[in-house]
């Protein structure tokens, strides 16, 4: 069995939110409708079921916002064939798909988001895929060092990186 992989998964919340996946049944959604190359190619071939990722509103407050576990792993994304989908995508077919999906289920919602301000002042995060100038990817791996960090920073509520003296 391989080893559980860290995620990021990005999401415009109001495109899709936290609390939209919380409302569905089983907390459980496909991540649907990426169309970058590079997040599909994660999608497809790397994330796996068990694998765990960090839910991250993209958009006007950027913050990481609760953790999802992976429950089904890459597949077709069937949204590219409908053309009253707005993620359609007259070259993926059935029978050659061209994006895929993974569908996660919620795990955890953080009492408090970690804004992106608080994660550029986290020297453990000096290298994420996230923080690096000009990475806009909208699904992105985690060190498990960086995974456990974010983690453990938001599940100590009230706590700012400036209160580190303590």
Do not use: C
Request: hydrophobic share 35%.
């Amino acid at each position: 069995m391989a080893p559980r992989q860290y995620w990021l998964l990005k999401s415009e919340p109001s495109e899709f939110s936290i609390d939209d996946l919380r409302a569905r049944p089983d907390q459980t959604e496909p991540w649907d409708g990426v169309r970058n190359y590079q997040a599909r190619n994660f999608l497809r071939d790397r994330i796996k079921a068990g694998d765990e990722a960090l839910f991250y509103h993209s958009g006007k407050e950027p913050a990481v916002v609760g953790i999802v576990t992976v429950v089904r792993p890459g597949y077709s994304d069937h949204t590219a064939w409908d053309p009253k989908s707005k993620h359609f995508d007259p070259r993926s077919t059935p029978e050659a798909p061209v994006w895929f999906m993974v569908d996660v289920r919620l795990n955890e919602v953080f009492e408090t988001p970690l804004t992106l301000t608080e994660l550029r002042k986290m020297p453990e995060l000096e290298s994420m895929m996230l923080l690096r100038k000009g990475v806009r990817l909208s699904v992105q791996p985690v060190s498990p060092e960086e995974f456990q960090a974010i983690v453990s920073r938001a599940r100590l509520p009230g706590l700012s990186i400036q209160d580190d003296s303590s």
